[in-house]
């Protein structure tokens, strides 16, 4: 087996098991806890932003460690975390304790991006990196896409459900010791990146996009709801459209180096606005499922756009270059999550998502302008 397929392979289920059940199923099954626990909108938001908090530090931290332990360490404990961090969410008594378990599951994600990102540029060859990277970054969807099967199976029992996600992780931290390369980062230059102009556009837009997505990650279960008075089913629906379209981001190397940076930028910018409307609108049943699916591919595709922009921006650094956009993009959710909740409990949810459609917008006015190492702008 191809160092790209290994590490493709083991990436893609590190990245769907961190993301898709550790930090996006809450979302899921947010209806359900709130039920259960009576966490209430402001709450919500909160708990959801301290997840986002939590991927905040965690990437800074795998960044660094990836650069001096190497990435099959970091991979192993970003899977480990995730396992004890929805054990704990299965096991939670209390709304405290769950916001504590929250951030442990939700860290998980900033830990094994950047080890992935560094074994990809260890091992596998410079024509089939940008590939490499957006596949594996795609296994976001697949997490989501699985997500919402096991919600229909496990109706009304979110805590059996991520019991079972907790299991995953584990045996998941065995197969990555076992098939990571080490690809320790020793010789690497350390300390802060070079706050060049591609760098500065990339955070602007990472910021905003981050922000804006919070309005489906974070409520979007509670919208539909809301709007379309579905239960546990319809949303678990939702989410499996939603990561179902999401695979079509592992194509996002392939549109980059055809059409350019730019372009597919603004592209799904444009997509995400308009989904995030007909989701929080409610426009009936088939708009709502169509538009989460639109959600999740643009969404995806945007990663995979802002993680071959860090990683060329500052190629002697790929994990720092990944951390850059990515932890970028957890600030705005960090910052999204709890204003969405709040303008949602004081103003509806109309303006809450009007708001934040336009948000995902204002992205778009963020480019990487001509060339960044041979990839296209």
Do not use: K
């Not at 995806?300 to 500052?314: P, Q």
């Amino acid at each position: 087996m191809s160092p790209a397929l290994r590490i493709g392979i083991v990436g893609f289920a590190l990245i769907a098991v961190c993301y898709g059940f550790a930090r996006f199923a809450f979302g899921l099954f947010l209806p359900q806890i709130d039920g259960e626990l009576s966490l209430g909108a402001s709450l919500s938001g909160v708990i959801s932003g301290g997840s986002f908090a939590g991927y905040c530090v965690a990437i800074v931290a795998s960044a660094v460690l990836t650069e001096r332990i190497g990435a099959r360490a970091a991979a192993a404990g970003a899977a480990l975390v995730a396992a004890i961090g929805m054990a704990g969410i299965a096991l939670a008594p209390s709304p405290l304790f769950l916001a504590i378990a929250v951030v442990v599951a939700g860290s998980s994600t900033g830990l094994a991006s950047p080890p992935m990102a560094a074994a990809v540029a260890a091992a596998v060859r410079a024509d089939h990196q940008n590939l490499t990277n957006t596949v594996i970054n795609a296994g976001v969807s697949a997490g989501v896409a699985l997500s919402g099967p096991i919600a229909f199976a496990m109706t009304g029992q979110w805590r059996l459900a991520f019991g079972t996600f907790a299991a995953i992780a584990f045996m998941l931290s065995i197969v990555t010791v076992v098939t990571l390369p080490a690809s320790s980062g020793a010789n690497r230059a350390g300390g802060l990146p070079p706050m060049t102009g591609p760098v500065m556009r990339l955070i602007s837009a990472c910021f905003l996009m981050g922000m804006a997505s919070t309005a489906v990650w974070s409520f979007g279960g509670q919208l539909v709801s809301r709007q379309l008075d579905w239960g546990p089913t319809g949303t678990g629906l939702l989410w499996t459209c939603i990561g179902s379209g999401g695979l079509a981001g592992a194509f996002a190397g392939t549109l980059v180096g055809r059409w350019g940076l730019d372009r597919v930028h603004w592209a799904f910018l444009s997509l995400m606005a308009a989904s995030i409307l007909a989701v929080g609108f409610g426009l009936g049943p088939v708009s709502v499922l169509i538009a989460g699916a639109i959600f999740g591919a643009a969404y995806v595709m945007l990663t995979g756009v802002y993680l071959i922009w860090g990683i060329n921006a500052l190629p002697d650094r790929p994990a720092t270059g990944l951390m850059v956009g990515f932890l970028t993009i957890a600030v705005g959710q960090t910052t999204g999550a709890p204003v969405f909740g709040f303008m949602m409990a004081g103003f509806g949810p109309g303006l809450a998502v009007a708001c934040f459609g336009g948000i995902a917008l204002l992205a778009g006015f963020f480019r990487a302008r001509g060339q960044i190492n041979g990839v296209p702008a």
